[in-house]
């Protein structure tokens, strides 16, 4: 699977370097950061270099944009390009909801850091009424 | 009537995903229950007759669209999946029951109709994940029970409930992107995504190391999801917040999904015979389950939430089944699924009777629940009866499944593992001892038992078929044995 494009040399497997690193940037926001927002940029950069793997390996070497043509005999490969189009949308859905969730934590915690939540004396409802 | 039967796999599906929207259009409380409960009771029904399909020796096959297999996606019913579809479908069904009654009456009747369509399609997701044979298809269906699971967690009473979600859809995010990856890594070597074909290439082609990365991201990616012993830091505060309905769902269905999926990966798509020998996944499944054995049930003693104990036990039970998918033998797999089975019936039957008592005395502390045994009899009657069923008490269902589990250890020539076994047990009867102390011996530190709070129809209904269903399953084991044993044959079959 070479990535080499037509328009533009691409050297190697740069593609998949690039994706790697960003998938561990990604992964060390989201395991290191305090901040609960930047934990879901994390989140999302550690998705985004997953997809970018999924777009890389559906490129063919010479091959044009996957749309029928009389001039064209190679195309890229588009199911990978469709499964990603999915993926975008689950990972759109994630980031709402743990957009949402952060806007209800700080509602009830007053802050979207978790060590301060954790430092926070909790006044826990001993009996719910 | 026959063309109805093979719509079935998909039906199984579209019912509650179709069903689910319309709870939120209708916005009427008592309509969205009346659409949940029907539908969680044709789901059954469809699940029923699947069942009754494979039992003859029949396999579902449906193709969506009319696409043939490789190209389009599949759906694929035989013995396994019909055995996990009729758990999760009867705990589906008597967890809605047990939904309508006052465990969870801090949720709004505004917000209700949201809450039931979260359910269903929770459920849905669930579902799909068990009939697909297409593994994108499978991402799909686990990222939509997961985001449905995330918003019926945050619905808990308690503002930690919130926490535990975020917490649980970080994890869970990073989870199913590790699974995704790696289904993009098979895509790369296989040019294929049905499971089916996908095995087939790659026991020609033998594995090479991006089908060796892809082993490893799916395995922590679904070790994530099921609860997997040191992957399992999301599932005690998530069982513990959660609205008292959701962690009856949940502790039947959705790890069990998981381990289902774990199970058909590891044994069909990868291959027992590399997954398990020739990767050393056999040994590290088999330390994680011995830790969490033994581990889990020392953080349930220490624990001063009712709900939360209950969640490190289901960590400890979700070890023993790891353990059996750990063997590697059909004996295992066998096992490994009736302790699935049996431990549905049993954690279902005590968080059922959990949320009765927490929902009558308003407080999930356990010292808080001193006597309380003496007010609701039939509550904690059932929460011993399911303790006695995860100790493993002769007798009992998890006794059958823990037999089972050991015997296929000792058939493998590892006896050794009987004394992990052993001793979690021991561990287990330890924190369910100190239950029955303070349920029944302790007086009460403050009297919180609201007189004129009576047990509902709608909790003790669902709340008896259970424990009556585990009853009769412990003393007569032979209809889920066989039903177990049938699974893991099939198991076997399609590996060839």
């Known amino acids: 699977m070479s990535v080499a494009g037509d328009g533009m040399a691409v050297p190697g497997l740069l593609n998949y370097w690039v994706a790697v690193g960003v998938l561990v940037c990604g992964l060390i926001m989201v395991v290191d950061s305090r901040n609960m927002v930047k934990k879901l940029i994390g989140l999302n950069l550690f998705q985004s270099a997953v997809f970018l793997i999924f777009i890389t390996m559906g490129k063919v070497s010479n091959g044009s944009a996957p749309i029928l043509d009389p001039a064209v005999s190679t195309y890229s490969n588009p199911l990978p390009h469709v499964l990603i189009l999915t993926a975008i949308v689950v990972g759109v859905a994630t980031t709402a909801l743990g957009l949402a969730l952060v806007v209800r934590i700080r509602r009830a915690y007053g802050t979207i850091y978790e060590d301060e939540i954790a430092d926070k004396p909790q006044v826990e409802p001993e009996i719910i009424p | 009537m026959a063309q109805i039967i093979n719509h079935l796999p998909i039906l199984q599906v579209i019912v509650p995903l179709l069903l689910g929207p319309f709870c939120v259009v209708l916005g009427h409380r008592g309509l969205a229950r009346i ?100 593994a994108f298809n499978v991402f799909v269906f686990l990222e939509i029970s997961s985001l449905s699971t995330y918003v019926l967690i945050s619905c808990g009473r308690d503002p930690k409930a919130l926490l535990a979600a975020y917490r649980y859809l970080v994890m869970g995010a990073v989870g199913a992107t590790f699974v995704l990856l790696s289904i993009g890594l098979l895509y790369m070597q296989t040019g294929t995504l049905n499971i089916t074909d996908l095995a087939g290439i790659i026991a020609i082609r033998g594995s090479d190391r991006t089908v ?86 020392i953080m349930a003693l220490r624990e001063s939430n009712l709900k939360r104990m209950f969640a490190w036990s289901s960590v400890a039970q979700i070890s023993y089944m790891v353990m059996g998918i750990g063997l590697g033998s059909t004996a295992g797999a066998a096992a490994a699924l009736l302790h699935l089975f049996n431990h549905s019936l049993v954690k279902v039957a005590v968080f059922m009777a959990t949320g009765v008592l927490i929902a009558r005395t308003g407080t999930a502390r356990i010292r808080h629940l001193g006597g309380v045994a003496h007010h609701q009899r039939f509550a904690c009657y059932t929460l011993l009866f399911g303790g006695l069923g995860l100790i493993g008490i002769p007798g009992t269902v998890g006794f059958v499944s823990k037999w089972m589990l050991v015997s296929a250890a000792v058939d493998k020539g590892w006896w050794w593992l009987a004394i992990p076994v052993l001793a979690g047990s021991l561990a287990s009867a330890a924190y369910i001892w100190r239950i029955v ?27 008896s078929v259970i424990t009556a269903l585990a009853l009769w399953f412990g003393l007569n084991a032979s209809f889920p044995s066989e039903l177990a044993a049938l699974a893991a044959n099939s198991l076997a079959d399609t590996g060839q």
């Open chain 2, 35 to 134: 659409i949940m409960v029907t539908t969680a009771v044709i789901m059954l029904v469809i699940s029923a007759m699947l069942l009754g399909g494979t039992l003859q020796g029949e396999v579902f096959i449906y193709q969506l669209g009319g696409w043939a297999a490789p190209w389009g996606i599949e759906y694929r019913v035989d013995g396994l999946t019909a055995f996990v579809l009729i758990t999760i479908n009867l705990v589906h069904l008597l967890a809605s029951v047990f939904c309508l009654g006052r465990a969870d009456d801090n949720i709004a009747a505004s917000a209700r109709p949201v809450f039931y369509c979260a359910w269903l399609l929770c459920i849905a997701g669930l579902n799909g994940m068990v009939v697909s044979n297409d």
């Open chain 2, 212 to 297: 060796v990365m892809a082993l490893a991201f799916f395995t922590i990616g679904i070790g994530i999801k099921s609860g997997m012993f040191p992957l399992h830091d999301w599932l005690p505060n998530a069982y513990g917040f959660a609205p008292n309905s959701v962690t009856v769902l949940l502790s039947g269905t959705a790890t069990k999904v998981a381990l289902y999926v774990m199970l058909r990966f590891l044994y069909n798509l990868f291959g027992a015979e590399f997954s398990l020998i020739e990767m050393p996944l056999d040994t590290v499944l088999i330390i994680c389950a011995i830790l969490g054995m033994l581990l889990a049930p």
């Open chain 2, 437 to 463: 102390e303070t349920l029944w011996a302790k007086p009460a530190e403050i009297d919180l038992c609201k007189p004129g709070a009576p047990i509902h129809i709608v909790e003790w209904l669902p709340l």
